[in-house]
T-cell receptor
Framework: ETGVTQSPTHLIKTRGQQVTLRCSSQSGHNTVSWYQQALGQGPQFIFQYYREEENGRGNFPPRFSGLQFPNYSSELNVNALELDDSALYLC??????????????FGEGSRLTVL | GQNIDQPTEMTATEGAIVQINCTYQTSGFNGLFWYQQHAGEAPTFLSYNVLDGLEEKGRFSSFLSRSKGYSYLLLKELQMKDSASYLCAVKDSGNTPLVFGKGTRLSVIA
């Protein structure tokens, strides 16, 4: 167990709605990365937060946004949901570097289904 | 950009040895990682290679050849609990995030 917790674990939304996913990082970790994993695919990098600032972003549209709080927990927000947004959303924490360093500690993920 | 290729599925017998290959193309290179992901669970770190050669960790070993853009994960004495997806991930040089392949789904049968 990595100590990274995500909520909710499962949720169902309809097209056009908005969703907020939450992540509590492992104690002592100041960097949070978010990944999207579609069924049968590897995780795709969405963005990363370090000390409350976004410091890297993958090839995702602006309707994917996030926040990191002073306690290093994080949120992922997705607006105007589309069917293709259905996926497992993984949060990973690390101490510095994060997705840019390599060794990531993942949470169990939030499985989003968009109908 | 980066291109990471690994087989989609493999099947092996309990007690046997299996090798999962990964080839990659990157403009730079700063390490190759293997992660294990059981169905419905989070990926967990298995190994890291940045220099050529073999890294051994118990029943698992990982090999890297930078000149060939090639790595493999070797699992020995397979157990049923080794049934999982195995993700190859590459770190390019510079300020770039870890990029994952699509994963190899390994089924261990009796």
């Amino acid at each position: 167990e990595t100590g990274v917790t995500q909520s909710p674990t499962h949720l169902i939304k309809t097209r056009g709605q908005q969703v907020t996913l939450r992540c509590s990082s492992q104690s002592g970790h100041n960097t949070v990365s978010w990944y999207q994993q579609a069924l049968g695919q590897g995780p795709q990098f969405i963005f990363q937060y370090y000390r409350e600032e976004e410091n890297g972003r993958g090839n995702f549209p602006p309707r994917f946004s996030g926040l990191q709080f002073p306690n290093y927990s994080s949120e992922l927000n997705v607006n105007a949901l589309e069917l293709d947004d259905s996926a497992l959303y993984l949060c990973a924490s690390s101490l510095g570097g994060g997705a840019f360093a390599g060794e990531l500690f993942f949470g169990e993920g939030s499985r989003l289904t968009v109908l | 950009g980066q291109n990471i290729d690994q087989p989609t599925e493999m099947t092996a017998t309990e007690g046997a040895i299996v090798q999962i290959n990964c080839t990659y193309q990157t403009s730079g290179f700063n390490g190759l990682f293997w992660y294990q992901q059981h169905a419905g669970e989070a990926p967990t770190f298995l190994s890291y290679n940045v220099l050529d050669g073999l890294e051994e960790k118990g029943r698992f070993s990982s090999f890297l050849s930078r000149s060939k853009g090639y790595s493999y994960l070797l699992l020995k004495e397979l157990q049923m609990k080794d049934s999982a997806s195995y993700l190859c991930a590459v770190k390019d040089s510079g300020n770039t995030p870890l990029v994952f392949g699509k994963g190899t789904r390994l089924s261990v049968i009796a």
